[in-house]
């Protein structure tokens, strides 16, 4: 019980495993300047998650389908660039709970992203191409 309100409070995982959907909201002490989780189940999904105050590292071991993954990102990004060369782009979404990056990742992929107050940067790891940029949102 202890170690859910460590993982959804302080690193901000929210797992929605029936939907195959993961929200990361991290809100790391300022002392820290990263946390990784290796071997984290959600639902029939296996990852390693790595977090610091501005960048995501996810790495989809194993599962059934792609993960929907969403992380939170700075109100004011409004400019997405990424070299995911596989599957549905990434892209940027707005609900009341936030701003969001939202990638379907495929089992065995990995991706980086990296957030500043006004874009998104997301790559995969494994790949050095071009970023693609999506453009600026209004």
Do not use: F
């Amino acid at each position: 019980l202890y170690a859910q309100g460590i993982i959804e409070g302080l690193l901000g995982l929210n797992p929605l495993a029936h939907l195959h959907q993961l929200s990361i909201a991290p809100c790391l002490p300022a002392g820290w300047p990263r946390a990784r989780l290796s071997a984290v189940s959600v639902g029939a999904h296996t990852l390693t998650v790595e977090i610091w105050p501005d960048s995501l590292d996810i790495q989809h071991i194993s599962g059934p389908e792609p993960l929907d993954l969403r992380y939170l990102v700075p109100a004011g990004a409004a400019t997405l660039e990424h070299t995911i060369p596989y599957g549905t782009p990434p892209e940027l979404i707005t609900n009341d709970q936030g701003h969001w990056l939202r990638i379907m990742l495929p089992p065995g992929q990995r991706i980086s992203a990296h957030t500043t107050a006004e874009s998104v940067l997301v790559q995969s790891p494994d790949h050095s191409e071009e970023p693609i940029v999506e453009g600026v949102r209004a």
